[in-house]
């Protein structure tokens, strides 16, 4: 089978080494390819697939809400994000999902263990953290705490979940077991203009980020700093890749190859 990741730009990919390492740590003869799309070139992404003969492939930045008029079908979830990072080709028609979300929360639950008692807080309801969310509700039997800058961004929201701005949520910050950074604040900004006062937190909370370049955001770095136990986005991005192929083939993943071709890639 072939498949690939469309992006722009895309070079700098690491999801065609991490899918070989799978292919081949499962004896698999499939191809993986890295297709440069520029945005100006978007309307002729089907020619570009049908190019390829792909069976299926992944979407990247920035193309994951522009593929979805293209699709023949689309996930329930995928729709309800609003953005799709996968599409399985079959009898030429495309179906969109997305594996973002499920992918950190597989990558969690692996790491940390269940997470159905658990206090969660997610910083942000865009399109990252209406995924997580989304796919973190089916594991957890306790409401999920969303806490973003401007209020209006809940108004696409149809799951059932606690909603504050950020400046209200500063004094329930204790209260949570996990906390988990969707938003790009503290990603490139010093460290003194943090998302939250991260001295408000508990020094047993687990703070998570989606971001895995850098390995630590200054937001991490200073959580540690804190005394927290940090996580960041290395596992969503091979669990996502994980979910994906297990779309494209019903075979389950070697996660084990994938994460460990990453980490070496990355050092
Ligand atoms: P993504 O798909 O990565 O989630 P997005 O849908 O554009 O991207 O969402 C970006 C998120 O980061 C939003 O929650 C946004 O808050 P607003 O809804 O108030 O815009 C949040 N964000 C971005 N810059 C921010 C900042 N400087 N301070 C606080 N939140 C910020």
Not at 204 to 221: M, R, S, W
Request: with cysteine; charged share 20%; proline share 4%.
């Amino acid at each position: 089978m072939k498949f690939a990741v469309i992006g722009h730009p895309i070079s700098h990919s690491l999801s065609p080494i991490m899918h070989r390492s799978n292919f081949e740590s499962l004896q698999r003869k499939d191809e993986y390819i890295a297709l440069d799309v520029p945005p100006q070139h978007f309307s002729h992404i089907k020619e570009i697939i049908l190019e390829n003969d792909l069976d299926g492939f992944n979407v990247t930045i920035p193309h994951k809400e522009s593929i979805i008029p293209y699709l023949d079908n689309i996930s329930v979830s995928a729709r309800h994000i609003g953005a799709v990072n996968t599409v399985l080709i079959e009898d030429g028609k495309w179906t969109g999902y997305n594996t973002d979300g499920i992918g950190f929360v597989k990558g969690l639950i692996d790491t940390y263990g269940p997470i159905a008692n658990k206090n969660i807080l997610v910083l942000g309801a865009g399109g990252a953290s209406k995924g997580i969310v989304s796919e973190m509700d089916k594991f957890t039997t306790s409401k999920i705490t969303v806490a973003n800058r401007t209020m209006e961004r809940f108004e696409t929201w149809n799951i059932d979940i606690n909603k504050y701005s950020l400046e209200q949520i500063v004094p329930y910050l204790k209260d949570f077991d996990i906390v988990i950074n969707t938003t790009s604040v503290g990603m490139n900004d010093a460290s003194d203009m943090l998302i939250i006062p991260i001295n408000e937190l508990n020094k047993n909370t687990l703070v998570c980020d989606i971001i895995y370049i850098p390995e630590k955001t200054p937001f991490l770095k200073a959580c540690e700093e804190n005394g927290n136990t940090v996580y960041n986005g290395l596992d969503m991005f091979v669990y996502q890749g994980a979910e994906s192929f297990e779309i494209w083939t019903g075979q389950e993943a070697n996660i084990d190859i994938m994460k460990n071709k990453v980490i070496d890639e990355l050092k």
